[in-house]
């Protein structure tokens, strides 16, 4: 009797510890599922793919977006700024989105540093006086008044990707190449010494929502930049 006792016991412990168990999986499954879901979701209020924006590049700007709120390492965590430049320069490839109000703020031009290519940029880099533009996550900082003007500092947060973009001189400055007229005259947007600059009008209007402490990428499918980003 006891020995039947005590296979009963045995029997039943599985049924018991998977009664206890399926709940916590179902619990990280839904909650990864609301995840996912939450980003489809936003991604369709805001209609960014009728506004050139994929699925996929909107998907990485909001993984490394989290990673970077999880580090701390924002203070205005509102903001997401993204610059495709998988798009041509002909078209408005930057996107300020205010994330947690659900708003895409502002969707315009933005150029690339004259070594990167021309109407479309296709090289990329990290080192001082390259010209080119340097992909990846950077955090807004303090603004300024330069030779363009009200300009906003960068700090790159990808080691060996653009961590150097403060000794570059990396900032978001207006510019009167980054205009509709200087596409017509010249075929292309004009281009920067790495910065990515913006239309004149609108400068100040986007510095002073994303400046002290947001996110800004900036993306493209180069193989060295996917193998060796550690946020997105």
Same mark, same amino acid.
């Given at each position: 009797m006891q020995q039947l006792s005590i296979k009963k016991r045995l029997l039943t412990l599985p049924l018991f510890l998977l009664f206890f168990t399926i709940p916590s999986f179902l619990k990280i499954k839904k909650d990864k599922i609301m995840v996912i879901a939450e980003k489809e979701s936003l991604y369709k209020?805001? $209609?960014?793919?009728?506004?050139?924006?994929?699925?996929?590049?909107?998907? @990485? /700007? !909001?993984?490394?977006? +989290?990673? !970077?709120?999880?580090?701390?390492?924002?203070? +205005?965590? %509102?903001?997401?700024? &993204?610059?495709?430049? %998988?798009?041509?320069?002909? =078209? @408005?490839?930057?996107?300020?989105?205010?994330?947690?109000?659900?708003?895409?703020?502002? #969707?315009?031009?933005?150029? $690339?540093?004259?070594? %990167?290519?021309?109407?479309? /940029? =296709?090289?990329?880099? +990290?080192?001082? +006086?390259?010209?080119?533009s340097s992909l990846g996550f950077y955090i807004t900082g303090e603004t300024y008044q330069g030779n363009h003007g009200l300009s906003l500092r960068l700090k790159g947060v *990808?080691?060996? &990707? #653009?961590?150097?973009? *403060? *000794?570059?001189? &990396?900032?978001? $400055?207006?510019?009167?190449?980054?205009? *509709?007229?200087?596409i017509k005259q010249c075929g292309r947007l004009g281009r920067s010494q790495g910065c990515p600059a913006v239309p004149q009008e609108l400068c100040k209007e986007i510095i002073g929502y994303i400046k002290q402490g947001s996110c800004f990428y900036m993306y493209y499918p180069d193989e060295n930049y996917l193998k060796h980003t550690l946020l997105g």
């Open positions: 209020q805001l $209609h960014l793919s009728e506004f050139g924006l994929s699925q996929v590049i909107f998907d @990485k /700007a !909001m993984a490394g977006w +989290n990673v !970077m709120i999880a580090k701390k390492q924002l203070t +205005n965590s %509102s903001l997401l700024s &993204i610059v495709d430049f %998988s798009q041509s320069s002909n =078209t @408005k490839r930057l996107y300020v989105i205010d994330v947690d109000r659900k708003v895409l703020l502002l #969707n315009t031009y933005v150029a $690339h540093g004259r070594n %990167s290519g021309g109407e479309y /940029a =296709t090289y990329f880099g +990290n080192k001082v +006086n390259s010209f080119k *990808e080691k060996g &990707i #653009n961590d150097d973009a *403060e *000794e570059r001189g &990396i900032v978001l $400055h207006g510019a009167p190449y980054v205009s *509709e007229a200087f």
